[in-house]
């Protein structure tokens, strides 16, 4: 409990609105399946996509080494492949709500 009022803590310092703190947590807490390290991982680099409003590279690295591709995830929704997506995250153009939907 201590490291979800933790997360949801560093995601109100980072922007995110109280009302999207909870559920985003949820699928946060599901890909890092109860390891705290990727926890507090995942938490971070979503907080930081969120205050620069869209996926950048150091966030990606951040979300794979937390156990989660989230570009991999829209490559399957959307057909793209993953040099299309990395072009358009270098490019400023993953947006947050793609992370979430992934």
Known sequence: MRELSESAKMMLNFGVAGEEVVPILSMITDIAAGDSQKLEGMTRAFGQMSGAGRL???????????????????SKRTGESMAVLKKRMEDGNVSVAEVKQA
Not at 59 to 74: K, R, T, V, Y
Request: charged share 10%.
């Open 56 to 74: 950048m590279g150091q966030d990606l690295n951040q979300m794979i080494n937390a156990g989660f591709s989230p570009l991999q995830e829209i």
